[in-house]
């Protein structure tokens, strides 16, 4: 079952992005069908299926695909939906994506704030006090 899926997968057609994420679902779900019987069996759909070369319509060129870690775009049909996300799990359109992207690099190349002194930020959850350097949580 599983090998059948993973030649699906190889196989898709990228008319609809729909059926690939469902063919990962279906092989995510046999799977963990598997590791009941044969619990050392690996969970990651990637030990199984070079997600890096899926079958996808060619992204557009001025969008690198692959400094984007936090949310990695797997492959993409000829409407320009997108199979994107670290499980796979989400379907968006490559303008949504490219928004997306802009607003990392944005956020990225922000220059810091001139007057730092004694001002609080917040950082996984917790808040910094940068002048003493000291952290509470909050």
Known sequence: MVDSIINQIKAW???DIYDL????????NSIAARRLETPEMSR?????????????????EEIDMT???GFPVWAMDKKGYCLAGKRMDHVV????????????DAR??????QHTRGVKIRLLGRKRDVLSGGERNG
């Open 13 to 15: 057609n990228c008319d």
């Open 44 to 60: 990651s759909l990637s030990d199984y299926v070079d997600t890096s070369s899926l079958p996808s319509v060619r992204f557009f």
């Open 93 to 104: 359109h490559i303008v949504e994506v490219a928004e997306i992207h802009k607003e990392q």
């Open 21 to 28: 994420r469902m063919l990962f679902r279906r092989l995510a």
């Open 108 to 113: 990225a190349h922000k220059p810091p704030p």
């Open 67 to 69: 400094k984007y870690v």
